[in-house]
């Protein structure tokens, strides 16, 4: 096996190693040594993937989120009907928020720490809103084709691409904090639906309903 190829899987192994432990001790309980000795690697090997615990956490939680916009990017990229996939998207996205729940903790507890470490705060909010743009970007543009399709009415597509991922955070925290995943499973239906309708033109708006009742 060449080094191109064995590298990556080394990296992987770093990786998942790091988020096994981090979920199971907390940031604070975490050690290097204990990831490391988990990745069977040195100390060294691991410090060249970060500098230091923060960093190491926060490539983890990157590493996290990049793989859940990949899953959600296959979705927006499929070609069909921008509506169709627009709930395809809301679908996919809560049960990835329903699995990301751990994840979201151990975010939360790096940001707490991100207010006493200037540079850390810096890589988090840039990381965040690359994360963001990666998925207003494609929802918007879905939108746009909708609106262009006259399946929807005109509207800010850009916020309401912004209120669907601060939809999508806001269930999230509920599922976080409450544990209720079907009653905030509830609400993210409720949402979507509540917006297709106001969105949806007149003669669409007729035809779902007419799907809904047979």
């Known amino acids: 096996m060449s080094p191109r190829t ?18 199971e001790k907390g940031f604070e309980g975490a050690t290097i040594l204990e990831i490391a000795t988990r990745a069977q690697v040195g100390k060294g090997t691991l410090y060249g ?46 049960q990835a928020i329903n699995q990301q729940a751990p994840i979201t903790w151990l975010s939360m507890d790096l940001m707490s720490r991100a207010n006493r470490d200037e540079r850390l705060r810096d890589q988090l909010l840039l990381s965040f809103r690359t994360l963001y743009t990666q998925f207003f970007a494609p929802v918007e543009h879905l939108i746009h084709e909708a609106i ?24 999230g925290f509920q599922i976080l904090v ?37």
């Open 49 to 94: 993937l970060a500098k230091s615990k923060e960093d190491l956490c926060l490539r983890v939680l990157l590493d996290c989120f990049q793989r859940m916009m990949g899953d959600l990017a296959r979705v927006l990229s499929q070609r069909g009907e921008p509506l169709d996939t627009l709930r395809h998207l809301m679908e996919e996205t809560h």
């Open 148 to 171: 262009d399709r006259g399946q929807i009415h005109d509207c800010d597509a850009h916020s309401i691409a912004r209120l669907l991922a601060a939809v999508i955070d806001g269930v």
């Open 178 to 214: 409450g544990g209720d995943t079907e009653a905030a499973s509830r609400a993210l239906d409720a949402f979507s639906d509540l917006l297709e309708r106001a969105l949806l033109v007149r003669e669409q708006t007729e035809i779902s309903t007419e799907e809904r009742t047979t």
């Open 6 to 23: 064995r590298e990556p899987s080394r990296e992987r192994a770093m990786l998942d190693a790091a988020l096994e432990v981090f979920l």
